[in-house]
């Protein structure tokens, strides 16, 4: 008697077989096996659908949570997450995408790799200004009579040829810290960032394309490698 072996379906690169949960009802459903990216980390089998159309990929989320005090106020939590919808007619919705949305789902965006990218570059000058910000409120939140005196010492260093600490060129607004080094900025075709020179007479060479909250982030960056290269030496 002749027996037929099925064969093992052909995978796609990238991906591997999974069981899921497809049916109307627990009593109806049966469990199928797709084709599921590496990638995805949804349970399809214990996140069961009601149609294999409904079955959707997700990775891994990111999170930010934004602490809050005082009354009536609600934190802010931000997820952002990997997914794919395999029956998209969309191509963008269809490939492997960024979603970035409130804790309840309430209000999202979808973002290509490239927009997410620009999006990070954005981030760290946020991250940057977020950090000169509470540097600005504990200050103002001192009782002394100098408005400012940190700052005045670490130009006072620069000047004097001293080393300065990170947290001084963190702390320090972007206009006063290119004043204190000496630094000259000019524009250059691409988008990356150098730095030239000593203090006193540098360049911090940037591209045209670069928007300013990274051009911020990405001066306090060099500028505090060279700090901390001074101070090794």
Request: proline share 6%.
């Amino acid at each position: 008697m002749n027996s037929t072996v099925a064969a093992t379906p052909t995978v796609k690169p990238g991906y591997r077989l999974m069981p899921a949960t497809v049916g109307r009802t627990n009593a109806t459903s049966v469990t199928v096996y797709i084709e599921c990216p590496t990638w995805c980390t949804e349970d399809h089998v214990d996140e069961p659908v009601r149609d294999i159309e409904d079955v959707m990929h997700r990775g891994d989320i990111a999170a930010v949570y934004v602490p809050t005090f005082g009354y009536g106020a609600y934190p802010i939590q931000m997820h952002a997450t990997v997914e794919s919808d395999p029956v998209a007619t969309e191509p963008e919705f269809k490939a492997a995408h960024i979603t970035v949305q409130d804790a309840g789902g309430n209000s999202y965006s979808h973002l290509t790799p490239e927009m997410a990218e620009r999006l990070a570059d954005e981030v760290v000058g946020f991250a940057a200004q977020l950090r000169h910000q509470a540097r600005t409120c504990r200050l103002a939140n001192q009782v002394t009579g100098d408005s400012d005196p940190d700052m005045d010492e670490a130009l006072r260093r620069v000047r004097l040829g001293a080393s300065v600490q990170s947290s001084d060129i963190e702390a320090m607004p972007i206009d006063r810290l290119l004043k204190a080094f000496g630094v000259t900025v000019t524009e250059a075709d691409g988008n990356g960032a150098e730095l030239f020179g000593e203090p006193g007479a540098m360049e911090f060479r940037v591209g045209r394309a670069t928007r300013q909250q990274l051009r911020d982030s990405e001066a306090r960056r060099l500028l505090a490698e060279y700090a901390a290269g001074a101070r090794r030496a």
